[in-house]
């Protein structure tokens, strides 16, 4: 695929088919994936591919002791709760998703189902967790680094056919990832990534977030007109 067709034809996946994904295209697309770039070459990542048993153990865990509401132990940083546009843009792909769905506001039932397809990593048949050395944790370039990988990741996966979400739900409660996925001490838990072939026959697969203009975003200082 070429690279804009990877770029512009990506989306989040969030219904996948049951099968498994081979290991040899998983090193691939891993293998793609880490050339991005990173501070003084450093490459802090790591990856750990779950599946199979351990991986059903974690969404069990992960499920259970969110709805017995023990407090959520995420490694990094959460960004609290967003305000103006940014929440904005939240509200709107939700709608979209809810819409797709067929999940009504009221509707508290398809609604809890939903959020507990996040604590189960959206029953994905793969999930990548990423990590970095705990030796550089409290610093803001080793998340920033890992940012840049988990993007080559989900776009190296696209062009093999495979789809993602980057879910952070899937992480709330970093103990049973840390038991089932072997993750060492010496690891911070970054993030995970639901993987797997996206199932055509999910609505939720079609949606397509929208993006602000360029025009939003960007500022050219010292170019002519």
Not at 114 to 125: K, N, S, Y
Request: a neutral charge; proline letters at 6%.
């Amino acid at each position: 695929m070429k690279f804009d067709d990877v770029v512009l034809g990506r989306r989040s996946i969030r219904g996948f088919k049951p099968e498994g994904v081979p290991k040899t295209v998983i090193r691939e697309v891993i293998e793609l994936a880490m050339r991005a770039p990173s501070s003084l070459n450093t490459q802090p990542w790591n990856f750990y591919v779950v599946a199979g048993a351990p991986l059903d153990r974690i969404r069990v865990g992960n499920t259970e002791r969110n709805l017995a509401g023990v407090p959520a132990s995420r490694e990094v940083r959460s960004h609290g709760d967003y305000v103006g546009p940014h929440r904005e843009r939240q509200i709107e792909i939700a709608k979209q998703l809810f819409g797709a769905m067929g999940i009504e506001r009221d509707d508290k039932v398809k609604r809890t189902d939903w959020v507990l397809r996040g604590f189960r990593q959206f029953d994905a048949p793969v999930s990548v967790v990423i990590t970095y050395d705990r030796s550089i944790h409290g610093g803001d370039i080793g998340p920033f680094d890992c940012g840049g990988v988990v993007n080559a990741l989900v776009n190296a996966a696209w062009s093999r056919g495979l789809g993602c979400v980057i879910n952070s739900q899937g992480i709330m409660q970093s103990p049973v990832v840390r038991e089932h996925a072997g993750i060492p001490d010496d690891q911070v838990i970054m993030i995970c990534v639901a993987m797997g072939y996206p199932d055509d026959r999910f609505p939720a697969n079609a949606v397509v977030s929208r993006r602000k203009p360029v025009d939003e975003a960007v500022v050219f200082v010292g170019f002519e007109d």
